[in-house]
């Protein structure tokens, strides 16, 4: 028959014990057999293979004594001190010997039952994390003491915890699932905070040694310090319902929040493990080029007390840091990017969600620090952030444009003017210069921040008066619970709208920085970059990114002087620039488009002295193309199409010369200054003696006037004012 023995201490059954104990317990009660009775007193096992008195000595009767020690510990003490000598004996039992496993197990199910329900009680963890290094250990050994070092971690005292952090950080090695080292990171996160120099030096962490476990730590506090403070913690993270956050996937998502192990309850806990990461990370366990990153993410935050911390650290390590690593810019690019990344499972491609447009901001502005590596081997890189950057800004327009249209419903729209008129938004931060930047090493990020701070004192704003928005609109009425929602709809839509406007500027400082600092660009990045600005300034039709655009066109004309075959090869560039001179837009935009133009002429005249194949063909086309914006009744156009005809084409051209000659009897004066100075070399008094020596070459004067005749009956209906100057020339 089997007994059972009842503890007191957590009113429940521990063991089973066989019938052959059973004298033995009625000896022990009797206090015939003294040296069992303490449960204090040295208690040693014998081995399995041993003889213990002359006898040979089974592992089945070892673990019947362990299980009749641990039924007698009738408090804590005696529970726990028998707990610090047996408990990974038993898992080395239980690893060892198949044929009492069943009966190890249900020993170890006694045990947790009441570990669990008497969180006093402590555990030899570091005995627990020596026999989870072993590396002979089964897999029985390794979840188990994983399973118990989880449980006891947290129960010791604060400076116990810091001791053990170094053996803490030497199990994540490479052996070891990473559930498992996740779960061991998130013990850690309300400890690293009190650590000190102090209580715990730079060589007792002897992080230093340990490479591998230097970079499972900063990427999983680089998660930590990316979680937005809206986090769900879930058991299933691939599912629908799932909302997966800005710069993560599913498989990242679950590593921070899952309900299982994730310490991180509410966002106060996420901030102040935030803070603790930061104040880690500037202890110096870790290198400078190790450490800025994390910092960054942290100094990009939206609650001041994380970005405070990180702000006089990352000052330091911006002198620290060599920025033309290419090892280093290539790891923030592959966050920027969303890339995979080194410890992500094999087999698993999943894509990540681009990084929070504030975070990406903030890492632009430091890789701008660097002119060699990231226009030189990194440019393919370089180019892709910066066409992501804009793309962003695209797609963003188009998501928030149903939205803006479902605000602006007749019901809605008097309650939405009320919102947004009682609280107008303030003007977005400046953003800086990056040649400031390099040049000024040391006040640009303080200036950063503070723009950076400024936006996050209007995001805060702007969330502040949503939560109140939803905590009130319980208790109203149908008219003001859709002002509310009107109210909540434009808070948000001012903030996403000053990321854009961010998100775009930086885009265009990395094509920018990428055309002042490199000195060869490969062509297909260069046609990358191209088809990126493009549709950046062509198909974004928004007014708040007019400055944007405008700073688009400057640089469409920089790469096009620099790439023309992709000019001359595509016919339709140029008449898509003509057109944008005469569509209703702001003026800035119109300028900016003519000022790309002039540059394009200059490229074109390269090119025609050169005698670039690919012009031939597109020079009558582009003849036309300057008689059809002559006709057009914006002055823009017709400005820029006589300086096209100035410019590419010689002083012997017939038709461009006739179309000049219009030009000098246009109404806007701008024109005629422009046709004047296209045509100052046949102004000139002197130019007689130049065209008797034939170094000014004039138009045949039968063929001007057929050309003459030609275009009259075409175009019968002619302002006079533009045929005097050709009858003048004529003459």
Known sequence: FDFRVWCYSCKCTLSVLPAALLLSLLKILE??????????????????????????????????????????????????????KSLVFILRYLAKFEDHRKKLMELLGDVTRRLKCRP?????????????????????????????????????????????????????????PIVQRDVLLHLTLPVIGHVTV???????????????????????????????????????????????????????????????FSMIHSAEDLEKFKVAV???????????????????????????????????????????????????????????LGRRREFDPKGRSEPRRPLNPQVRVRLGTFLLRSRLTLVGPLAPDLIEAAVLSLRAVSSQNETVAPAVAAAATPTATS???????????????????????????????????????????????????????????DQTESPGATAASNQQRCGQSVASR???????????????????????????????????????????????????RARGFELLSRFLAREPDYLLKDPGQLPRLFDVLSEDIAPDLKTAAAHCLR?????????????????????????????ENMERSDPLSRLVAVNFAGVIYPPDHIPTRYLILQALGDKDARVRAEARN?????????????????RVKLPSFVEFVNHDTQHSRKNPFIDVERLIPVVQFIR
């Open 120 to 176: 006093a009680i402590q555990i030899p963890v570091h005995e627990l994390f020596v026999a989870y290094n072993d590396p002979e250990c089964s897999t029985y050994l390794t979840n188990f003491s994983h399973m118990y070092i989880r449980m006891g971690y947290p129960r010791m005292p604060l400076l116990e915890q810091i001791r053990l952090l170094p053996v803490l950080y030497a199990s994540l090695t490479d052996n070891k």
């Open 31 to 84: 206090g015939q057999v003294p040296n069992m009775s303490s449960c204090g007193e040295t208690y040693t096992m014998a081995p399995a293979t041993g003889t213990l008195s002359g006898e040979f000595v089974r592992p089945g009767d070892d673990i019947q004594r362990l299980a009749l020690r641990i039924s007698l510990a009738d408090i804590d003490e005696q529970f726990e001190k028998v707990i610090h």
């Open 415 to 473: 309650a939405t003017n009320a919102a947004c008129t009682a609280a107008p938004p303030p003007p977005p931060p400046p953003i800086p210069n990056p040649s400031m930047c390099t040049a000024h090493a040391n006040n640009c990020p303080s200036a950063a921040s503070a723009a950076l701070e400024q936006q996050q004192q209007q995001q805060t704003s702007a969330i502040s008066a949503t939560n109140a928005t939803d905590s009130s609109s």
């Open 678 to 694: 296209a045509f100052s070399i046949f102004l000139d008094p002197n130019v007689a003696n130049d065209i008797v020596y034939g």
């Open 498 to 548: 000053i990321q854009q406007r961010r998100l775009a500027e930086l885009g265009l400082n990395f094509l920018n920085h990428f055309l002042d600092n490199a000195i060869s660009i490969p062509t297909t990045t260069s046609i990358r970059a191209l088809r990126g600005l493009i549709n950046f300034v062509y198909e974004n039709t928004s007014d708040d990114f007019v400055p944007s």
């Open 198 to 260: 102090d209580n715990c030096s730079r060589r007792e962490m002897e992080l230093h040694e340990l490479p591998v476990q230097r970079r499972f730590i900063s990427e999983f506090y680089s998660l930590v310090l990316l979680l937005p403070y809206r986090f769900e913690r879930l058991i299933r993270f691939d599912s629908n319902d799932a909302t997966i956050p800005d710069g993560f996937n599913a498989y990242d998502y679950s590593r921070v929040a899952h309900d299982r």
């Open 278 to 336: 930061v104040n880690f990370f500037s202890r110096g366990f870790f290198p400078a080029d190790e450490s800025i990153l994390p910092l960054l993410f942290a100094n990009a935050d939206t609650r001041h007390s994380v970005v405070s911390a990180s702000d006089r650290q990352l000052h330091i390590l911006d002198r620290l840091v060599d920025w033309e690593d290419e090892a280093l810019l290539t790891h923030i690019f592959d966050w920027f």
């Open 599 to 627: 540059r394009l002429a200059v490229t074109f005249q390269e090119a025609q002295r050169l005698n670039h194949p690919a012009l031939r063909s597109q020079l009558v086309k582009l003849e036309r193309l300057l008689y």
